[in-house]
């Protein structure tokens, strides 16, 4: 016994490292990096409130000059498409069906709700390109990306899909496949280029928007609407530190309102912002690390002080959005997932599965949906220089601040508590695991074998196929935060080595991308009949290929291939697959 159980923590120490490995996905957990290695990242950046808040152009240029030059686009007015778009003939069974069904097969007797939204998703700054056109200001990424490290394979978002000046074409694209739906993001610095409440709208920016939403509705393509996907104003993080500091519920609040207010009626579902847990985790990475943080934060409080201010902006969007009385409904979208002990006996590894859920999950829908309080276990780990206790009337704005819940369940792991034991990690602020004092394993604790298939090495630190867990998973969502409505806002795959493919008929069979989408599809149909979970839609991240955060254009999670040198998009086989599906289950 004794020496199975030596090499049983060996083997869990070497997953745990594995898993720590930068990803978008990184921990809240706080970076602690040593000082010998810690990168030069974020030295580049102004000390913050060295910049002098000067609206006029030539200030502009001076928030430009933190960033750099340029990259500017091919061209700059909006491409309008042929219509109708030629949709090729679809591809061909790439499986004896005894073996996997056609997508028109999937559970064929099993049929969408009426009205469900199956959609594509998309966000500002992987998307857009035309980072500096019709007066946007620069955005903490357009920084990033020029940062050592701060993008894996040295690309940017300058040009990327020019979906700024394509997205008639690629509305229109999807439109002709059947999709009726797209929840993209608003760039917060494309209509406040310094981000504050007290600086002047972009009018440009606005129409454009307005522009593009028309352009959906037209097309019967039901635009979804996202505020905050990461993209923060590079303004607000050199004027107070961001999301550190208190000052942005404010300006935050004002930029939604100015944004309900010229798209009412017109956009019907809202995000206040995509996975919270992900952005506030982010901002101690890559070179964010040490970047600017607001007077009195640092790099171990910074999460959970972003946590704080990002939840009462939310609660003060939301609170606008009802006196504004707003059509529509609105929420935010959570990422993550509750998880399943790695040792299915062991009560440790249960333990461990709750402080998942509420590091992950709770941290933003146990005040939204149940409690109106941060999850007790953080509140009984961090003390409030780390998390500020919420008062009463925060509280309450807070809880009942989201119409539906929204889950981008990509994948679920397995956690384990930490080899020593969650008590010793919870007590000693010096341990690696603390606070969240648990671990995401991806292999079993049995034989090893991993918990899906994997993806592309550039997202395997944290992304899985895992289509065998996503009914519980849904139910253990349904069960903590319960909701008469929800969403899938975004699931998709990194195709292995797609990046490494140059000839178009090996790019656009994306075979495990289909066979992750066909399978999350049938088991959303048994959660929909079967568990009675009221999912109403969902979103297939991506509509295209895009810049994928740390590591640029080489992740792959489009379901169309873009080139990068004409701009061109094809359909993968994944296109296809999801058309058909939706086509056979959709009910009119
Ligand atoms: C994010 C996207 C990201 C995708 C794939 C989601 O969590 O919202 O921005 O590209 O995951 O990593």
């Excluded at 000052?247 to 912002?273: C, S």
């Excluded at 809880?399 to 956690?415: E, K, L, V």
């Excluded at 010096?430 to 298939?453: I, Q, R, T, Y």
């Excluded at 139910?475 to 319960?482: E, G, N, S």
Aim: charged share 20%.
């Amino acid at each position: 016994m004794g020496s199975i159980a030596i090499v049983f923590l060996v083997g869990a120490a070497s997953i745990f490292a594995q898993t720590t490995s930068i990803s978008k996905s990184a921990s809240i957990t706080p970076t602690t990096v040593p000082t010998s290695t810690q990168p030069s990242a974020g030295v580049n950046f102004p000390p913050v409130g060295s910049i002098p808040r000067d609206f006029s152009p030539a200030g502009l240029e001076k928030l430009w000059s933190v960033v750099g030059p340029i990259d500017p686009p091919p061209f700059t007015t909006t491409r309008v498409p042929d219509l109708p778009i030629p949709v090729p003939s679809s591809p061909p069974a790439l499986y004896p069906s005894w073996f996997a069904p056609a997508p028109k097969d999937v559970l064929p007797k099993l049929k969408l709700p009426k009205g469900f939204k199956f959609g594509v998703a998309t966000a500002a700054y992987q998307v857009e390109g035309a980072v500096k056109n019709d007066g946007k200001g620069p955005t903490m990424w357009d920084w990033n990306s020029r940062q050592p490290g701060g993008v894996l394979d040295g690309t940017n978002g300058d040009v990327v899909d020019l979906h700024y000046y394509l997205y008639k074409e690629d509305i229109a694209r999807v439109a002709a496949l059947g999709f009726n739906a797209h929840s993209f993001s608003i760039s917060w610095a494309r209509i406040f280029p310094f981000g504050t409440a007290d600086s002047p709208v972009n009018r440009v920016a606005l129409a454009h928007y307005s522009d593009l939403i028309d352009y959906h509705i037209k097309s019967g393509v039901e635009p979804v609407a996202t505020l905050f996907h990461w993209d923060l104003p590079l303004a607000l993080q050199a004027y107070y530190g961001g999301f550190t500091s208190p000052k942005i519920v404010d300006d935050f609040v004002n930029f939604a309102k100015t944004v309900f207010k010229a798209y009412n009626g017109r956009v019907k579902t809202w995000y206040t912002f995509n996975e919270p847990r992900v952005y506030c985790g982010q901002i101690t990475t890559y070179p964010f690390v040490n970047a600017s943080f607001a007077p009195g934060v640092n790099a171990s409080t910074a999460p959970y002080i972003c946590a704080w201010n990002l939840l009462r902006a939310h609660a003060g969007a939301v609170k606008a959005f009802r006196e504004m009385k707003i059509q529509g409904e609105i929420s935010f979208k959570n990422d993550d997932y509750v998880g399943i002990p790695w040792r299915a006996n062991s009560t440790e590894d249960m333990a461990a599965v709750e402080r998942h859920a509420a590091f992950r999950i709770g941290i933003f829908s146990d005040p939204a949906y149940t409690t109106g309080d941060w999850p007790k276990i953080m509140t009984d780990t961090l003390p409030p220089s780390y998390l500020p206790r919420l008062t009463a009337a925060e509280k309450k704005d807070i809880h009942g601040s989201a119409d539906f819940f929204a889950t981008d369940p990509y994948r679920t792991q397995w956690i384990a508590a930490p080899p020593d034991g969650i008590d010793a990690c919870v007590k000693n602020t010096s341990h690696s695991m603390w606070p969240e004092c648990h671990s995401v394993v991806l292999v079993d604790s049995n034989a090893g074998w991993a918990a899906g298939l994997n993806p592309d090495p550039l997202s395997d630190t944290w992304l899985q196929a895992t289509p065998n867990f996503l009914r519980e998973s849904l139910r253990q969502l349904q069960k903590r935060w319960p909701t008469k409505k929800m969403y899938i806002s975004e699931f998709g795959f990194d195709e292995p080595f797609e990046e490494l493919r140059t000839d178009m008929f090996r790019i656009v069979e994306d075979v495990t991308r289909t066979n992750y989408y066909m399978t999350y599809l049938g088991e959303i149909l048994l959660a929909i009949h079967e568990d009675k979970i009221p999912i109403a839609g969902t979103f297939a991240w991506a509509m295209v290929d895009n810049t994928e955060w740390n590591s640029g254009i080489s992740a792959k999670f489009g379901i169309q291939h873009v080139n990068y040198t004409t701009l061109e998009r094809t359909y993968k086989r994944s296109a296809f697959a999801l058309s058909e599906f939706y086509k056979a289950h959709a009910q009119k």
